[in-house]
C-alpha cells in the first residue's frame, strides 16, 4: 500500500477539514493533489504535527482536525500519544504513515521497520479510545470515514510502503502557509457565525 494512493482516496474529504503535516513526502504528496487554503505542511519541527493538530482541535471544537504524521516523527514525540489522550478531542483524527523507514531524509530504517515497535500498541497503551491499523488502500478510506462518523479521538497507523514522491518542491513558503491558514479559519469561523445568525 502507497501512502499517495491512501492520501488520494481521502483527498475529496479533506475540503471539510484542517489538515496538518508532517515536512517531506507526506506534505509533497498531499500538495500534489492540489493545494488548499485549509492544508497546513508543518516544515523544520519533526514530531510535532500531532501537538499543532491538538492545538487546533481543543482551540476549534467546530472544525474536524486531521494530521499526517510518519513513524520516525512518532518516535521524535512518544509522548503526544498520552496527550492526546488525556485532553482526548473528539475532533481529531491523527494518522500515522507507517512505512518503517526515514523516508524523506535518506530512507534510514526506523523502529518499527522490524516490528520491534508497534505504534498502535504504544497509542493504545496511551489511552487512545479507538486505535486502528491498516494495510489496504481500501480499508484505509473505510477507516478515514469510520474515525470520522465516530466522532471521537482516533488513531488510524497506515503501514504503507516506504516510497515516496519522484520530485520534491512545494512553491509555498512555510510562513506564506502558516499566514493563510490562519486567515481562512478565521474566514471559516465568520462565515458559520454568519450562518448561524
Ligand atoms: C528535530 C529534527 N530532526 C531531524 C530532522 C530531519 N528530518 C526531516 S524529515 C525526517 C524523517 C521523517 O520521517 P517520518 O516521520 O517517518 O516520515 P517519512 O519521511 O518517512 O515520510 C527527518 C529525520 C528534522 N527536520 N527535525
Redesign the pocket.
Known amino acids: 500500500m502507497e501512502r499517495a494512493h491512501c492520501i488520494e482516496v481521502i483527498y475529496p474529504e479533506l475540503e471539510e477539514a484542517l489538515v496538518v503535516t ?5 506534505a509533497q504528496e498531499l500538495y500534489n493533489l492540489g493545494h488548499r487554503e485549509n492544508f497546513f505542511y508543518l516544515q ?1 519541527a ?1 514530531g510535532l504535527a500531532s501537538s499543532i493538530g491538538l492545538g487546533l482541535a481543543l482551540h476549534l471544537p467546530d472544525e474536524r482536525v486531521v494530521v499526517f504524521d ?4 512518532v518516535l ?1 514525540n512518544l509522548g503526544t500519544f498520552a496527550t492526546l489522550a488525556r485532553y482526548r478531542p473528539d475532533n481529531l483524527i491523527h494518522i500515522v ?1 507507517d ?1 518503517g ?5 535518506g530512507g534510514f530504517e ?1 523502529h518499527t521497520t522490524s516490528g520491534i515497535t508497534d505504534l498502535a500498541a504504544m497509542a493504545r497503551g496511551a489511552g487512545i479510545p479507538h486505535v486502528i491499523t491498516i494495510d489496504s488502500t481500501l480499508r484505509f478510506g473505510e477507516a478515514y470515514v469510520e474515525a470520522v462518523e465516530r466522532r471521537e479521538l482516533s488513531v488510524i497507523v497506515a503501514k504503507v510502503d516506504a516510497v ?1 514522491p519522484d520530485d520534491y518542491g512545494m512553491d509555498l513558503h512555510l510562513s506564506e502557509n502558516a499566514f493563510r491558514f490562519a486567515r481562512h479559519i478565521r474566514e471559516r469561523k465568520l462565515s458559520r457565525g454568519a450562518t448561524a445568525g
Open positions: 508532517i515536512m517531506g513526502a507526506s523544520h519533526m510518519g513513524d520516525g516523527s521524535m504513515f512505512n523507514s526515514l523516508l524523506s531524509t526506523s515516496g
